[in-house]
Nanobody, 121 residues
Framework: QVQLVESGGGLVQAGGSLRLSCAASGSFFSINRMGWYRQAPGKQRDLVTR???????YYADSVKGRFTISRDNAKNTVYLQMNSLKPEDTAVYYCTADISMAYYEGPKNYWGQGTQVTVSS
């Protein structure tokens, strides 16, 4: 059974930094795209950033220049470095990964449980 376990959330003042981690565990063949979404209270869940298995990245306009996504394929882990945090970055951050269980199977989408990030003004 595949699990995505996030860590690194917390409370930080505006202008500060946090680093989120998300590790995939279980038995699987490969991990394709990995990414981070966030959901603020009363709002929809939005894509923040994602990274392919070869390192191509996408960022939402709201986080460009402040957030950096990276991954360690040997550790099946994706990271989100968040700098210059703003109160509007406050949300639950969810890790997601497209994982193939066997070479002959297409990837399926998995989600972590979410980690709270709160930025105070």
């Amino acid at each position: 059974q595949v699990q995505l376990v996030e860590s690194g959330g917390g409370l930080v003042q505006a202008g500060g930094s946090l680093r989120l981690s998300c590790a995939a565990s279980g038995s699987f063949f490969s991990i394709n795209r990995m990414g981070w979404y966030r959901q603020a209270p009363g709002k929809q869940r939005d894509l923040v950033t994602r990274i392919t298995s070869i390192g191509s990245t996408y960022y939402a306009d709201s986080v460009k220049g402040r957030f950096t996504i990276s991954r360690d394929n040997a550790k099946n882990t994706v990271y989100l470095q968040m700098n210059s945090l703003k109160p509007e970055d406050t949300a639950v951050y969810y890790c997601t990964a497209d994982i193939s269980m066997a070479y002959y199977e297409g990837p399926k989408n998995y989600w972590g449980q979410g980690t709270q990030v709160t930025v105070s003004s």
